[in-house]
């Protein structure tokens, strides 16, 4: 198909959930991106950081290959062996739990909120305390979670049991407590609500009171997990440890899956009938998902993510002392950013231009999330970018 026509096509026949840039992705390479003209461009924001070991890495290849011709689906009323090794290696790398798999973030976290309210069942508690600019997904019950009212406008009335209080702020997360509180849904760095790192402080004092009041803690790994901040989930950064985990986006590789672990005191609430998946934890993306630990452990890419992460995150600062266009900057490990004095849109299309993708979030914060196994000079790279479009940006 031609340019023009592949247009025509996503006006006529696909629905307009998304705002399209231009340009037409025909391949991917590490963190390089072909357009259908063949331009080449340097991928720092991989799909939300689906892309965290680097488009097509060949261990996650390898893993697609060796089983599409075996065996692509087997419903989950049976077994197979890649489903039982993907749930202990997520386990090895957490806590003592159990896994269930789903298909995306939205649906891991659909599946920790049942859980909590199962659990909450006993004593009549169900609701579930969550953070302004939090994003837990744009199911119904996530998007209840989600404390952003853009993404709920034209979808209320919101189902009922969440209470949304100020991210950071311990005073208002004590009086959002109740009798009918069950547990607490957070994400440590905001990825969608403007790249908003949680406190320490914040964070014990949640964990303090969660154990205190029998609470569970859930904390929504979905951006933050599978190595992007230096340790394999970001919980690990905060010496605490989760009731309930969710995880998707980095963890297939550019497979679609997401995951839920619980500790396994809480994790046989959910019995047969109450909680499914039909697609959940398939034969091939499980396989793709094994070749993603494998490539992170054999490639060193933890510690990579950390020696690159501070680098790009002094090479930030140093940016921001030069030009008046940037007010701060934030993050941790490959999870980073900055906030623009202006609109960040302008700023994103100029480094398009220049083959490089970026993303804003929140109107004036410029995500950068590259894989894991990012190198010096593509960070040089991408930063000589920025610098040069920020020049033309007023």
Known sequence: ????????????????????????????????????????????????????????????????????????????????????????????????????????????????????????????????????????????????????????????????????????????????LNDKTAAVMLELIQGEGGLNVATKDFVLEIRRVCDERKLLLIVDEVQTGIGRTGSMFCYQNYGITPDIMTLAKALGGGMPIGAMVAKREIADLLTPGMHASTFGGGPVVCKAS??????????????????????????????????????????????????????GRQLVEKCLERGLLINCTHERVIRLMPALNISKSDIDKCLKIIEQSLKECS
């Open 290 to 343: 094994l070749g993603v630990f494998k490539a992170i452990r054999q490639d060193k890419m933890l510690q990579n993510c950390l020696k690159m992460g501070e680098y790009f995150k002094d090479k930030l600062h140093s940016l921001k002392e030069s030009s008046p266009l940037i007010k701060d900057v934030r993050g941790m490990g490959l999870m980073l950013g900055f906030e623009l004095n202006l609109p």
């Open 1 to 176: 198909m031609k340019s023009e026509d592949i247009f025509a096509s996503y006006k006529d026949n696909i629905m307009p959930t998304y705002n399209k840039t231009p340009v037409i992705f025909v391949k991917g390479k590490g963190s390089r991106l072909w357009d259908i003209r063949g331009k080449a461009y340097l991928d720092f924001f991989p799909g939300w950081g689906v892309g965290s070991v680097g488009h097509c890495h060949p261990k996650v290849m390898q893993g697609i290959r060796d089983q599409v011709g075996k065996l692509i689906f087997i419903p989950n009323n049976y077994y197979h062996p890649f489903q039982a090794r993907l749930a202990e290696e997520l386990v090895r790398w957490s806590f003592p739990g159990k896994v269930f798999f789903a298909n995306s973030g939205a649906e891991a976290n659909e599946g920790a909120i049942k859980l909590a309210r199962k659990y909450g069942a006993r004593s009549g508690k169900f609701e579930i305390i969550t953070f302004q600019n939090a994003f837990h997904g744009r199911t119904l019950a996530t998007l209840a979670a989600t404390g952003q009212k853009k993404y709920q406008d034209g979808f209320l009335p919101m189902p009922e049991g969440f209470r949304q209080v100020s991210f950071n702020d311990t005073a208002a997360f004590r009086s959002a």
